[in-house]
Nanobody, 119 residues
Protein backbone atom coordinates (compact mmCIF):
# COMPACT_ATOMS: atom_id res chain seq x y z
CA UNK A 1 0.00 0.00 0.00
CA UNK A 2 1.33 3.44 -0.93
CA UNK A 3 2.28 5.49 2.09
CA UNK A 4 2.54 9.29 2.28
CA UNK A 5 4.03 10.73 5.47
CA UNK A 6 3.74 14.47 6.02
CA UNK A 7 5.70 16.50 8.54
CA UNK A 8 6.50 20.10 9.40
CA UNK A 9 3.15 21.49 10.44
CA UNK A 10 2.64 23.44 13.62
CA UNK A 11 1.76 26.75 15.18
CA UNK A 12 3.38 29.94 13.93
CA UNK A 13 2.75 33.65 14.27
CA UNK A 14 1.59 35.74 11.37
CA UNK A 15 4.54 36.66 9.16
CA UNK A 16 6.40 33.52 10.08
CA UNK A 17 7.49 30.52 8.02
CA UNK A 18 7.04 26.77 7.98
CA UNK A 19 8.37 24.02 5.73
CA UNK A 20 6.25 20.97 5.03
CA UNK A 21 7.68 17.68 3.80
CA UNK A 22 5.99 14.62 2.36
CA UNK A 23 7.74 11.33 1.72
CA UNK A 24 6.06 8.80 -0.55
CA UNK A 25 6.96 5.14 -0.12
CA UNK A 26 5.87 1.79 -1.51
CA UNK A 27 5.38 3.43 -4.90
CA UNK A 28 4.67 0.95 -7.67
CA UNK A 29 4.00 3.39 -10.48
CA UNK A 30 5.59 6.39 -12.18
CA UNK A 31 4.85 9.57 -10.27
CA UNK A 32 3.53 12.25 -12.61
CA UNK A 33 2.87 14.98 -10.08
CA UNK A 34 3.07 15.67 -6.37
CA UNK A 35 1.33 18.46 -4.58
CA UNK A 36 -0.20 20.06 -1.56
CA UNK A 37 -3.84 20.81 -0.85
CA UNK A 38 -5.44 22.32 2.22
CA UNK A 39 -8.77 22.29 3.98
CA UNK A 40 -9.85 24.90 6.49
CA UNK A 41 -12.73 24.28 8.92
CA UNK A 42 -16.06 24.48 7.14
CA UNK A 43 -14.46 24.83 3.72
CA UNK A 44 -13.74 22.52 0.81
CA UNK A 45 -10.30 21.13 0.14
CA UNK A 46 -8.40 23.40 -2.23
CA UNK A 47 -5.24 23.24 -4.27
CA UNK A 48 -2.19 24.98 -2.82
CA UNK A 49 0.59 23.96 -5.20
CA UNK A 50 1.63 21.11 -7.48
CA UNK A 51 4.82 20.11 -9.22
CA UNK A 52 5.28 17.65 -12.05
CA UNK A 53 8.10 15.18 -12.44
CA UNK A 54 9.60 17.59 -14.94
CA UNK A 55 9.51 20.45 -12.47
CA UNK A 56 6.54 22.42 -13.77
CA UNK A 57 4.80 24.17 -10.88
CA UNK A 58 1.31 25.48 -10.34
CA UNK A 59 0.16 27.65 -7.44
CA UNK A 60 -3.11 28.92 -6.08
CA UNK A 61 -3.36 32.67 -6.54
CA UNK A 62 -3.63 33.13 -2.78
CA UNK A 63 -0.15 31.71 -2.16
CA UNK A 64 1.79 32.94 -5.19
CA UNK A 65 4.92 34.78 -4.15
CA UNK A 66 4.75 33.40 -0.60
CA UNK A 67 4.90 29.60 -0.99
CA UNK A 68 7.44 27.54 -2.93
CA UNK A 69 6.98 23.91 -3.88
CA UNK A 70 9.92 21.67 -4.71
CA UNK A 71 10.64 17.97 -4.96
CA UNK A 72 13.41 15.41 -4.80
CA UNK A 73 12.52 12.80 -7.40
CA UNK A 74 15.14 10.35 -6.16
CA UNK A 75 13.61 10.40 -2.70
CA UNK A 76 9.97 10.64 -3.78
CA UNK A 77 9.71 13.68 -1.53
CA UNK A 78 7.87 16.94 -2.01
CA UNK A 79 8.38 20.10 0.04
CA UNK A 80 6.35 23.23 0.60
CA UNK A 81 8.18 26.28 1.89
CA UNK A 82 5.61 28.67 3.32
CA UNK A 83 6.68 32.25 4.04
CA UNK A 84 4.77 35.35 5.11
CA UNK A 85 2.07 33.18 6.62
CA UNK A 86 -1.20 34.78 7.65
CA UNK A 87 -4.21 33.50 9.61
CA UNK A 88 -6.04 32.68 6.35
CA UNK A 89 -3.42 29.99 5.74
CA UNK A 90 -4.64 28.06 8.79
CA UNK A 91 -5.79 24.64 7.59
CA UNK A 92 -4.95 20.96 7.45
CA UNK A 93 -2.45 20.49 4.63
CA UNK A 94 -2.60 17.27 2.63
CA UNK A 95 0.06 15.75 0.42
CA UNK A 96 -1.08 14.26 -2.89
CA UNK A 97 0.60 11.98 -5.39
CA UNK A 98 -0.69 11.26 -8.89
CA UNK A 99 0.85 8.66 -11.13
CA UNK A 100 0.32 5.88 -13.59
CA UNK A 101 1.60 2.61 -14.98
CA UNK A 102 0.50 0.56 -17.95
CA UNK A 103 -2.45 -0.76 -15.97
CA UNK A 104 -4.05 2.30 -14.44
CA UNK A 105 -3.79 5.79 -13.04
CA UNK A 106 -3.36 6.40 -9.32
CA UNK A 107 -4.21 9.16 -6.87
CA UNK A 108 -3.11 8.97 -3.23
CA UNK A 109 -3.48 11.27 -0.22
CA UNK A 110 -1.62 11.68 3.02
CA UNK A 111 -3.28 11.95 6.42
CA UNK A 112 -2.72 15.68 6.67
CA UNK A 113 -0.71 17.99 8.90
CA UNK A 114 -2.17 20.92 10.80
CA UNK A 115 -0.88 24.42 10.15
CA UNK A 116 -2.13 27.14 12.49
CA UNK A 117 -1.20 30.78 12.03
CA UNK A 118 -1.94 33.10 14.92
CA UNK A 119 -2.55 36.82 14.49
Amino acid sequence: QVRLVESGGGLVQAGGSLRLSCVASRIFFSINAMGWYRQAPGKQRELVATITSGGTTNYADSVKGRFTISRDNAKNTVYLQMDSLNPDDTAVYFCNVKGSNRLSEYDYWGQGTQVTVSS
